[in-house]
């Protein structure tokens, strides 16, 4: 009953039925509870708008099984050499160890060649979750591996969850992955709490999307689905712009092309970026251009819906984040950036200015959250996310 109690207390979605700000100016919350309350619904937004728009990504191209067929071409000529450098090596070695390499590299005619020889499928199954490898992923779990069994990457699931691969997480739980021997992995390996929070929140909001059903939950809501389009359409335009100016850059910008593999990767590290800032960490230059991506697609959705102007905000902004950048070359390829995918030129003044102090990251964060919760009310993210209602729900 404590347990119940303690938990019931720590729920932000009893007290925002009252209104956050009101029960702090009547001193019901203090400033620490009523800031917690504050990342907590900044937290469940992110995550909305994370989940809606891999259902409409999902919409337009059946991850992973397209994305499966689209790469193996290009890998098939790698694959085949691969096969032959793995038949040339001491063969001493483990078929454990030769799976488990063969799974890091990609290397999926030469993990099909082991898998014949007798090798652990279900070590291979995590090791591709450790490194993203979902069209490998789908393979080992129709050849029969075990989503939750043990190996010595952990399951599938934390494998996934210590990478901040939210997708792929997301993936994995509605394959099954259990939520529960994923969190005793990452809290017995010294993740940190909120990593562990992460990954039940996630599972939350997976089970909360079949709750609503095999449609999806836009279905449901056909006025939000369609401004998801709109935001999915967009993002994937500054995608392209991004990969275009990228191939044309001399500066450490072209590296994003490499970098970036896709919209769905640049949408990862964009949501990434916001989470790393809310726990005061500076981006870096790569995952900086992505969360830009990321905004100005907010910004050129919101201003179709509103009347107010949200480019010209996006676009003051652009000589500040400059600001997080130390280094010379990151300076040139910020601007080169900006620059040839939307016309900006920063003066030389800023730069010069540009000392950094300990809150900046954390204003830029405020800039952000500031975003998500302009999305949360023109998106209506709370239609579903009423006080009681949800806890309700969640208990």
Partial sequence: MELLVDGLLADGEVFKSFGYEELYERKVLDFKLWKKFQLDKFERDLSEIEEDFYEIDEEEDEYPLVEAAEAESKAREAELKAVKALEAENKASSFKRQLVEAAKAGHEAAVRQLLDRGASIDDALAASADLGQMSTMQQFL??????????????????????????MVRWLLRQGAEVGIAACILQSSGQSKSKVAW???????VRNSTYFGKMGRLYHNPERAQKFRILHGKFVHQYVLMTNAAQRSSTTFRELGRIFQGHRDTWEASIRTVRSMARGERPTLANTIAYLCFVKAISDTLQSDTTYDYTE???????????????????????????????????????????????????????????????????????????????????
């Fill in 199 to 205: 990954l039940c929140r996630l599972a939350s909001s």
């Fill in 142 to 167: 129709n050849w029969g591996a075990d989503i939750n069994t043990v190996t010595r990457f952990g399951t599938a699931l934390s494998a996934a969850a210590k990478t901040d691969n939210s997708r």
């Fill in 313 to 395: 905000p996006f676009f003051q902004d652009l000589a500040r984040w400059e600001l997080l950048f130390t280094q010379e070359s990151d300076r040139d390829a910020y601007r080169d950036a900006i620059h040839s995918m939307w016309g900006v030129a920063l003066n030389e003044k800023m730069s010069s200015e540009g000392q950094v102090d300990n809150d900046l990251t954390m204003r830029f964060f405020s800039l952000a959250s500031t975003l998500i919760s302009d999305v949360s009310e023109h998106f209506d993210l709370d239609r579903l996310n009423r006080g009681f209602e949800r806890s309700q729900h969640a208990w």
